[in-house]
Nanobody, 127 residues
Framework: QVQLMESGGNSVQTGGSLRLSCKASGDIDTSRCMAWFRQVPGNGREGVAAKCIGDSKTRLADTVQGRFAISRDDDDKTLYLQMNNLKPDDTAMYYC????????????????????WGQGTQVTVSS
């Protein structure tokens, strides 16, 4: 079992920066992929970024390329999302997710790839 707890969400103005953290507990060492998703009311969860063991690349959605960066500290069992140059369209609830062990079909931005989810942290960007 894996438990995930996000933090770092806040309200900022356009152009601001935030760093989200996702602290994992339990058997996270066996989770091949960890990711960040976001969701606004009325929409499904959108994959933002992912970091998978054995994958030399980090995965980023086109909408955040050049502005967001994901990193994973397996020693500290923490996943980070550095968000720079924030825009109002980035306003959403941000969720951390992890796969169940090595089970991963390669579709990093698909919510069904992930078995474990945190409760979310709200990011609000005002113009």
């Amino acid at each position: 079992q894996v438990q995930l707890m996000e933090s770092g969400g806040n309200s900022v103005q356009t152009g601001g920066s935030l760093r989200l953290s996702c602290k994992a507990s339990g058997d996270i060492d066996t989770s091949r992929c960890m990711a960040w998703f976001r969701q606004v009311p009325g929409n499904g969860r959108e994959g933002v970024a992912a970091k998978c063991i054995g994958d030399s690349k980090t995965r980023l959605a086109d909408t955040v390329q050049g502005r967001f960066a994901i990193s994973r500290d397996d020693d500290d069992k923490t996943l980070y999302l550095q968000m720079n140059n924030l825009k109002p369209d980035d306003t959403a609830m941000y969720y951390c997710a992890a796969t169940r062990g090595w089970s991963y079909a390669g579709a990093w931005a698909t919510a069904t790839e992930y078995a474990y989810w945190g409760q979310g942290t709200q990011v609000t960007v005002s113009s």
